[in-house]
């Protein structure tokens, strides 16, 4: 395909996402389903084009002055992906291919766009306007900043699993993708955000994924797993395991002594949980499934540690999944509050007397963290709040004691972690 196609393609994706509410995932799928004619790299630069534009969708249409897909699309070539205004023309004005060639407007918006510094933060920051005075208690006059740094291309993190591999090893066998290590993790390693019009580093084709000698995962959720501390020979519960990300790097720590528990609400969820385990050579967990009649009855108060992976917006997560943020609505995060309470509500009661709690989100909202957690604590006596000794996260301590993780401050997707501390039972 030449650069008119690819550009009328992303145009025509962004506009079924846009009229249909349909997920970005599913749109791209339907448009390569029927252009069986694309190859690899037009399917790159297609998907690529148009994730872009959701990251920056309210940015991209206030510097052309014109709230349409095309214009948005235009933006994205020219602003974020820096071609030259020729280029830009020269791929909308390709006969037959091309969306059309660009208008005098278009063109004097390419030549002077609207400044930014003008905009609203929601503008400015990419997000939608409802969300402004939630961002501002947490961010202030730093939330268009905040919401521009989870407007960018997200790194490939991995996690050194080392039940099987160390970190030097990972290096060499992926060093055809150029990868890094980290100053956080000593068993993370990364491999910077692909450049415009291509693809994410394919790790997982690696013969080494295969063997088990890494896992895929945000940097902010491998410290947000780290927090647990010394759980070498715990007892350890996973309550919203998931499909096991977290749990694999709670059995890495455990180092397959002691006993880890993985457990999620929804059955589905834990399919993944067990083939990965399994991948990753851990010999110490059982999976405690929805299905069976009380899963989870002997373990009650019996727990070092309980992990709370708890549902939210995923507002953290809107480098990787941009369309989200433009799907979130009130009634949504209503819902996910009342999740996150019942879920720690639930939880809480299979921590043992002097065992802690450790709360996690990716999400960046107070409704969802701190307010949970003062509501959790007013609602349940004998618990305090106990900040991580992690030294990775200590320059990202709220002053509460919790974790807040951004891709600003931490070059992480946003997480939110809190410690909780379950008091002694009383002597006599």
Not at 124 to 139: N, S
Not at 331 to 344: F, K, N, P, S, T
């Amino acid at each position: 395909m030449r650069d008119g196609g690819r550009l009328s393609a992303a145009i025509e994706v962004l506009s079924d996402i846009e009229t249909r509410h349909k997920p970005a995932r599913l749109a791209l799928k339907a448009w390569g389903d029927g252009a069986r004619y694309a190859g690899a790299k037009d399917r790159a630069f297609v998907s690529g084009l148009v994730l872009d534009v959701l990251r920056r969708k309210r940015s991209l249409a206030w510097m052309m002055g014109e709230e349409t897909e095309r214009a948005r699309a235009l933006a994205a070539l020219r602003f974020v992906w820096d071609w030259p205004a020729e280029r830009v023309a020269d791929a909308a004005g390709d006969e037959p291919h091309g969306p059309g060639a660009l208008t005098e407007a278009e063109l004097a918006a390419f030549a002077s766009p609207r400044s930014l510094a003008d905009a609203p933060a929601d503008v400015a920051g990419d997000y939608p306007d409802w969300l402004d005075a939630a961002l501002t208690r947490i961010f202030g006059e730093d939330r268009a900043a905040e919401g521009q740094a989870l407007a960018t291309r997200a790194p490939v993190d991995m996690r050194a699993n080392t039940l099987k591999a160390d970190t030097g090893r990972v290096i060499h066998a992926l060093a055809t993708f150029n990868p890094e290590t980290s100053e956080l993790l000593p068993d993370a390693v990364r491999i910077p955000a692909p450049a415009a019009s291509e693809r994410a580093a394919p790790v997982e084709s690696s013969p080494v994924f295969e063997k088990g000698w890494f896992e895929v995962q945000d940097l902010g959720s491998q410290l947000a797993a780290a927090c647990a501390g010394d759980i070498k020979g715990k007892q350890v519960l996973d309550f919203c395991a998931g499909g096991g990300g977290k749990t694999l790097a709670l059995a890495a720590a455990m180092e397959n002594k002691g006993q880890l528990y993985a457990y999620d609400s929804e059955a589905r969820r834990l399919s993944d949980t067990v083939k990965r385990s399994q991948r990753a050579g851990v010999r110490n967990l059982q999976i405690r499934s929805p299905l069976e009649a009380d899963p989870l009855r002997e373990l009650d108060a019996r727990m070092d540690l309980v992990f709370v992976d708890a549902p939210c917006t995923g507002s953290g997560t809107w480098r990787r999944h941009p369309d989200t943020k433009w799907r979130l609505s009130p009634e949504q995060l209503e819902r996910r509050i009342a999740e996150q309470d019942g879920v720690l509500a639930e939880a809480q009661a299979f921590v043992k007397p002097g065992g802690r709690l450790v709360y996690v989100t990716c999400s960046l909202l107070a409704e969802e963290n701190e307010d949970r957690i003062a509501a959790f604590l007013a609602a349940h006596d004998g618990w305090s709040i106990r900040p991580p000794t992690l030294e990775a996260v200590q320059p990202y301590l709220t002053p509460a004691g919790f974790v807040r993780l951004t891709p600003r401050t931490a070059a992480t997707d946003g997480f939110f972690v809190a410690v909780l501390a379950r008091a002694e039972t009383p002597a006599g």
